[in-house]
């Protein structure tokens, strides 16, 4: 073997590169970001614009419906998904998976460009890349008064939005953090509309008087030797603008003041902050994807300290970390780094007590820090991160790297047994299962490029994985055909390994060959073993899940309010009375305590958060959230969760989507459904998007065109009072030296519908009328919220199954006992569609099947090459079923003790045992293969293989098994991301493993009876 001879020929360079093969993995391993998981999301863009005081109907025709035409044909788009709700327009438009994001966010900003026009009062677009949702969110903070401060915490709005969310969002890393619960300041301008009718004075006219308010340049002029800029100061002050002069008569101004007032005010209330049952502004901080997230919460953390003392303090404020995404995150990844340390002892372990030799068991494990450094630059080299999952691949390769060393370190202490004098048995003991290995290597690197190459979830969650196990096994053939070799020659000696065990390899080998000895016994095993694992695998294979929930300590919940419900009426009868059933569980008054907690109110619900005091008491205090807090409260619909850890896209949330022409159609049809899904699973908790009724009240105020004209008005004259008699018409903006404020025209306050219908106004016709002559009232009702999907209205039934229940179970009652009622409700053009988890489950299982044909494929051809013979390759990929069923049967155990599911990490175990299973079956037909060419009949071959390959097989499969155990059996922090995969590759490993040993004889013994057997011994080389 050419690269053997070059290290038995320069041993120090053998060890030179060995060192910095572990220098350059540690520098690299310091390099890689740390992240939970990897990033897994489909490219997305979302876009918001606020409209003040608009309803949701005005935002969908005026905002909605021009950005969705210039966006709907953009380069790549797959979905877009509008919703509109009081006061703001949001669209989040998702690409597919191999869209540039750069380029689409360039497409978006100039489509939304080309946008001919907006309400004049309505907020530029803002554009992100990435969702507009909690899901991405790595940290909760809260800003509270501190005692002795009694300055409402809602009139801190602004200072939070330009002093902590400024800085916050300068750290690197950090893509937005978002402000909730203060209100900004506006300039109001209150004006009487009696006072103003007896005057005379047209409301709608005063925006066009302060548009006169601004500063004019007038240029510059130089005077003698000077450069004067010469400047109109014709901006009024705040306490000025009483004295803007609206009209002249008589030899008389008429000034604002004298019908209205002029005041700098917050602006009206829309929503409730509370933290630990106290008023406060909570903060949520979105990270950037692909970021080093604990560095970021470093950052974070420090920055916090820095405000605290120079900014919050002096302001009379404190702020306060509610939540924490890196808690669990260093939990997660010290248990599986612990995982890993006493995987590579247990396997050690495993070496010492086959080997009994302490330096050789050493040379072999040496495997082990180089593969893992390799796999570290590979990684870093890659641009991925370390997380639990490239950890997890870590732990898993432990045992994975040895099996090559084993079988070149055994065959050289063989041929040293055979009087070989060192460098001779370190050549040839390593060139006779060279090609053997290459094979072995080839196939489990090969089975991960369909893997690899995957572009949606599946590949995104799988890549590090893939990538890290890869490179550990190229690593760790390179190792065992150089390093080792050239370390048995100098470190070995002449010291003799003596096999304690010889005589447990010829029993057994004995023991194979009695069960394969006749034509009907091997038959009947290679039928038995290859049919019966396919029933029993297709009779208790799991149904399947998407991704684990995890075992953070954070629980999110929402509150849908009824329609109507205002933050004042919200503050009163819904955050109140959920703080009050909190109290006692802030305290330890109740168990279980509650160490941080937040709730808020904004626009149609509240949300909220909690965190417990004792990480054991997340899923009890779980159950007090949804039993109790969220319980009884009249007219809403509130549920909780755990905070998954892979965010949005972790969530375990099935969209039903209803489409229909006719709105009232959908909502008739979303109520039977609602009802058909509570009916079918009690447990599970179900949301709709927007509301099941169109019962938001609503003033609907009809303009009567023959009397506005006869009165001097146009139809938008009309709109604007009624704008000021309501939440305030926008006349635009003023500059108070420090920031720019809105100027609002506000009519005084009204209680009742027939109060506003009479308030009177003066017109340009000098005449003066009432509202109620201009408008008539109809009371009647809207939609609170109004969502759309790709353009077209929809009613979206978001459904989470209750915990324990595998999504693919809850897909399965969805369509069988759920959709047969929405398809008789729905109209003929009605659709019904599944999206969320569901969607992303679907799309999974059908790439994952793909994977794991096309990983067949590869592998069987690549064997058939390596062989030079198809028939062979057959008999290999024959050891497949009974690794299949061995995984699902330990999936079954471990989820029968842990509840654990078959999710999308479990599904990749099993493209991972194709890799394992076949490098055993490759040593023993390799090698019985080699033995009939060498001479021996196929009896003798295949015992001579069973014999010589009894012990590498089992050493390799202890040590992998053991390695992994870890991972299996100890509970923690993130062990439920890789515990179901462990268990289908220990699980498969184990039982493919005990009957390989019997299948492959069987299937190499066929037909023996008619090749003859050389006479004379035969000694393997």
């Known amino acids: 073997m050419p690269l053997t001879r070059i290290g038995l020929g320069n041993p120090v360079a053998v060890a030179v590169g060995c060192i910095l093969l572990v220098i350059f993995g540690l520098i690299s391993l310091s390099r890689l970001p740390v992240q939970m998981t990897p990033n897994?999301?489909?490219?997305?863009?979302?876009?918001?614009?606020?409209?003040?005081?608009?309803?949701?109907?005005?935002?969908?025709?005026?905002?909605?419906?021009?950005?969705?035409?210039q966006l709907r044909d953009v380069p790549g788009l797959q979905r877009m998904q509008s919703t509109a709700s009081q006061g703001r327009a949001s669209i989040n438009l998702e690409f597919d998976v191999n869209a540039d994001i750069n380029r689409a966010l360039i497409e978006v900003i100039n489509r939304l460009n080309q946008v001919q026009r907006y309400p004049v009062d309505a907020s530029e677009p803002t554009v992100r890349v990435g969702s507009d949702q909690f899901g991405d969110t790595i940290a909760w903070f809260s800003i509270r008064p501190l005692p002795g401060n009694d300055r409402p915490i809602i009139e801190y709005q602004d200072f939070v939005q330009e002093v902590i969310k400024e800085r916050m969002e300068r750290i690197p890393g950090v893509s937005s953090a978002n402000p909730r619960g203060g209100r900004?300041?506006?300039?109001?301008?209150?004006?009487?509309?009696?006072?103003?009718?007896?005057?005379?004075?047209?409301?709608?006219?005063?925006?066009?008087?302060?548009?006169?308010?601004?500063?004019?340049?007038?240029?510059?002029?130089?005077?003698?030797?000077r450069q004067f800029t010469v400047r109109f100061a014709g901006r009024y002050s705040i306490p000025d603008l009483q004295n803007l002069v609206l009209e002249w008569r008589d030899g008389r101004p008429v000034f604002l003041g004298d019908v209205a007032t002029v005041?700098?005010?917050?602006?009206?209330?829309?929503?409730?902050?509370?933290?630990?049952?106290?008023?406060?502004?909570?903060?949520?901080?979105?990270?950037?994807?692909?970021?080093?997230?604990?560095?970021?919460?470093?950052?974070?953390?420090?920055?916090?300290?820095e405000l605290e003392e120079t900014h919050l303090r002096p302001a009379g404020l404190y702020i306060v970390q509610v939540s924490d995404d890196t808690i669990y995150i260093?939990?997660?990844?010290?248990?599986?780094?612990?995982?890993?340390?006493?995987?590579?002892?247990?396997?050690?372990l495993v070496l010492w007590f086959f080997f009994r030799k302490l330096r050789a068991t050493l040379m072999v494990a040496l495997a082990i820090p180089l593969c893992l450094c390799f796999s570290f630059m590979v990684l870093d080299a890659a641009g991925r991160t370390l997380n639990v999952i490239s950890l997890a691949g870590l732990?898993?390769?432990?045992?994975?790297?040895?099996?090559?060393?084993?079988?070149?370190?055994?065959?050289?202490?063989?041929?040293?047994?055979?009087?070989?004098?060192?460098?001779?048995?370190?050549?040839?003991g390593t060139g006779q299962v060279w090609g053997a290995?290459?094979?072995?290597?080839?196939?489990?690197?090969?089975?991960?490029?369909?893997?690899?190459?995957?572009?949606?979830?599946?590949?995104?969650?799988?890549?590090?994985?893939?990538?890290v196990i890869a490179a550990a096994i190229v690593c760790s053939l390179l190792v065992a055909i150089i390093v080792l070799p050239t370390a048995s020659y100098r470190l070995l000696g002449e010291a003799r390994l003596v096999d304690r065990h010889q005589h447990w390899w010829k029993e057994a080998t004995g023991l194979v060959m009695r069960l394969t000895d006749t034509p009907r016994r091997r038959w009947g095993w290679i039928g038995g073993l290859t049919t019966v694992p396919i029933l029993v695998a297709l009779l208790l294979l799991p149904p399947a899940d998407y991704l684990p929930e995890g075992q953070r300590n954070f629980i999110f919940g929402f509150i849908q309010t009824p329609p109507g419900m205002g933050p004042d009426t919200a503050e009163r009868e819904l955050i109140n009375v959920i703080n009050e059933r909190m109290a006692p569980h802030f305290t330890g008054e109740k168990e279980p305590k509650i160490f941080n907690a937040f709730l808020g109110f904004f626009g149609t619900g509240a949300f909220m958060g909690v965190r417990a005091e004792n990480d054991r008491e997340v899923d009890r205090l779980l159950e007090v959230v949804n039993r109790e807090f969220l319980a009884d409260l009249p007219d809403t619909i509130g549920f909780a969760n755990r905070s998954p850890i892979f965010g949005g896209r972790g969530g375990r949330r099935i969209d039903v989507d209803l489409q229909a022409s006719d709105f009232e159609d959908l909502l008739d049809a979303g109520q039977i459904g609602f009802a058909a899904i509570r009916q079918a699973m009690p447990d599970a908790s179900v949301r709709p998007q927007p509301g099941l009724d169109l019962s938001e009240p609503e003033l609907r105020l009809v303009p009567d065109d023959r009397r506005?004209?006869?009165?001097?008005?146009?139809?938008?004259?009309?709109?604007?009072?009624?704008?000021?008699?309501?939440?305030?018409?926008?006349?635009?903006?003023?500059?108070?030296?420090?920031?720019?404020?809105?100027?609002?025209?506000?009519?005084?306050?009204?209680?009742?519908?027939?109060?506003?219908?009479?308030?009177?106004?003066?017109?340009?016709?000098?005449?003066i009328a009432t509202l109620g002559e201009l408008t008539r009232l109809e009371r009647t009702a809207g939609p609170n919220q109004i969502r759309r999907i790709d353009r077209r209205r929809t009613l979206s039934l978001q459904v989470t199954p209750p915990s324990g229940m595998p999504m693919e179970t809850a897909i399965e009652i969805l369509q069988r006992e759920v959709e047969p009622q929405l398809r008789a409700a729905l109209p003929a053009d009605g659709v019904i569609t599944y999206r969320g988890t569901a969607e992303a489950l679907g799309e999974t299982l059908r790439n994952l099947a793909g994977s794991f044909i096309l990983a067949i494929v590869i592998l069987y051809l690549l064997i058939s090459a390596l062989f030079r013979s198809f028939r062979d390759s057959v008999l290999v990929l024959l050891t497949i079923p009974m690794a299949t069923v061995g995984g699902i049967l330990g999936l079954r155990l471990v989820g029968a003790l842990t509840g654990q599911a078959m999710d999308m990490l479990t599904m990749i175990g099993f493209v991972i045992l194709l890799g394992l299973v076949?490098?055993?079956?490759?040593?023993?037909?390799?090698?019985?293969?080699?033995?009939?060419?060498?001479?021996?009949?196929?009896?003798?071959?295949?015992?001579?293989?069973?014999?010589?390959?009894?012990?590498?097989?089992?050493?390799?499969?202890?040590?992998?098994?053991?390695?992994?155990l870890p991972l299996l059996l100890l509970p923690g922090a993130g062990t439920e991301l890789y515990r179901g995969l462990a268990a289908v590759i220990v699980g498969g490993m184990a039982l493919s493993t005990l009957f390989t040993l019997i299948l492959l004889p069987s299937l190499l013994r066929v037909n023996e009876e008619k090749v003859p057997s050389v006479t004379g011994d035969v000694v393997p080389a």
Do not use: C, H, K
């Open 395 to 428: 732990a898993f390769a432990t045992g994975m790297v040895l099996d090559a060393a084993i079988v070149v370190l055994e065959n050289i202490v063989r041929q040293r047994e055979q009087g070989r004098d060192p460098m001779e048995a370190a050549d040839r």
């Open 437 to 467: 290995l290459l094979a072995s290597t080839a196939t489990t690197v090969a089975i991960f490029l369909p893997v690899i190459f995957l572009q949606d979830e599946a590949g995104q969650l799988f890549a590090d994985l893939a990538v």
């Open 708 to 767: 506005i004209a006869e009165l001097g008005w146009t139809r938008n004259d009309v709109a604007t009072l009624i704008r000021a008699l309501g939440n305030g018409a926008f006349l635009g903006d003023y500059f108070d030296g420090d920031r720019r404020l809105d100027v609002i025209l506000r009519g005084e306050g009204w209680l009742t519908p027939e109060e506003l219908m009479s308030m009177p106004v003066a017109t340009p016709s000098g005449q």
């Open 184 to 225: 900004p300041f506006e300039v109001r301008i209150t004006f009487d509309p009696y006072r103003a009718a007896a005057i005379g004075i047209d409301p709608t006219r005063i925006g066009q008087r302060l548009g006169q308010n601004a500063d004019v340049s007038g240029g510059f002029q130089e005077v003698g030797r």
């Open 918 to 964: 076949v490098n055993n079956a490759i040593l023993l037909v390799y090698r019985a293969r080699d033995g009939e060419r060498e001479g021996l009949g196929r009896r003798d071959a295949v015992e001579q293989a069973v014999r010589l390959r009894l012990r590498p097989i089992l050493m390799s499969t202890f040590t992998s098994l053991f390695g992994m």
């Open 263 to 305: 005041d700098r005010v917050m602006r009206d209330n829309t929503g409730v902050m509370t933290q630990n049952g106290g008023p406060s502004i909570s903060m949520n901080v979105i990270a950037e994807p692909g970021v080093n997230v604990l560095e970021v919460m470093g950052q974070l953390r420090a920055t916090v300290a």
């Open 330 to 348: 260093r939990q997660s990844i010290r248990m599986v780094a612990t995982n890993l340390l006493l995987g590579m002892s247990l396997a050690i």
């Open 40 to 69: 897994i999301d489909r490219p997305s863009i979302s876009v918001s614009t606020g409209w003040r005081a608009a309803s949701p109907a005005e935002i969908e025709s005026e905002i909605i419906e021009p950005q969705e035409n």
